[in-house]
C-alpha cells in the first residue's frame, strides 16, 4: 500500500485487540531486556481487556514467559515466539516444539560460526533461534548466509526476517496464523480484530486482519500491506489511551441512555 495511510480512527462496537510487543507497545533498545513496559501503558491494556471482555491478545516474537514477566500481575492471551507458542483466554497452552538433538545441533553450528563475531548475539528460544545484529549491521549479509544454511539443512524450519534480526523457526508458524486461531475461539470470535505491529513479521498478521475487514495498523514508516498507520511507539501510547477513554465515553452514554429510557418506561 501507499505510504501515506491515515492515523486510525477511534473504535466503537465489538472489537478484538491484537498487539505486537517490541516497537509497538514498548521502544527499541539495544538489548532486549532493556525494554520497559510503562504503568500507564499496562494500565490501558488491562482496562481495554475489560472494556473489550477479555478479546486482547499479545502476539509476539517473545516468549510467553517473557511477555508475563513485563505484563504481570496480569497473564493476556498470548501468541509468542511467532506463534509456535500460544496461550487462550482460559490458560491452556499450546506449542509447538523441535526435537533435542536437532535443537543441539543447530546450537552447536550457530556458536561455532556466529560466537566470536562482535555484535551478533544468538538468542535462544524453546523452538527457535533469533540471530540479533544490530550492533553489528555490517555483518547482515553473513547472518543471513548463516542462517540459510541451517534452514537449507531441514525441511520443516524456515526464516523469518525482522528489523536487524533473522530467526530460525518452525515452518507454518507466523502471527497471522496465531491471530486465526485466537479468531476462531471466544472471546474473540465474532469481532472484528484490530492488529498493531512494527516489523516484517507483523505483515502476516496485518494480511489476516485484512481477510477479516478488520484494522491493522502498521506503527513506522516502512512499506506495509496495513491500511492504517501510526508514527511510533508514543503515537501507540496516545492512540491506546484515547481508545480506552472513548470506549469508556460510549458505555457512559449507552448506560445513560438505558436509564432514561427505563425512566420513561416506568411514567
Known sequence: MEAALNKPPLLTGQ???????DGTLVKLKPHPSQVTLPDNVQHH????ADLSQGALALISGRSINELDKF??????????????????INGQQFILSLPTNQMNAIRQQLQSWLADIDGVQIEEKPMAFALHYRHAPDRESWVHDCAEAIVAQ???????QGKCVVEIKPGGVN???????????PPFSGR???????????????????QYHGVSIKVGQEAT???WRLED????????????????????ITSRRADYESFSRSL
Open 71 to 88: 505484563t504481570q500481575p496480569e497473564h493476556y492471551p498470548v501468541a509468542g515466539v511467532h506463534g509456535a507458542e500460544r496461550r487462550d
Open 225 to 227: 500491506c496495513a491500511r
Open 175 to 185: 502471527k497471522g496464523e496465531a491471530v486465526h486461531q485466537f479468531m476462531a475461539e
Open 45 to 48: 491494556l488491562r482496562k481495554l
Open 192 to 210: 472484528i480484530p484490530v492488529f498493531l505491529g512494527d516489523d516484517l513479521t507483523d505483515e502476516a498478521g496485518f494480511d489476516a486482519v485484512n
Open 233 to 252: 511507539v508514543p503515537a501507540v501510547w496516545a492512540w491506546l489511551s484515547g481508545q480506552v477513554a472513548y470506549f469508556e465515553q460510549q458505555r457512559a
Open 154 to 160: 531441514y525441511a520443516d524450519l524456515t526464516l523469518q
Open 15 to 21: 472489537y478484538a485487540f491484537f498487539f505486537d510487543f
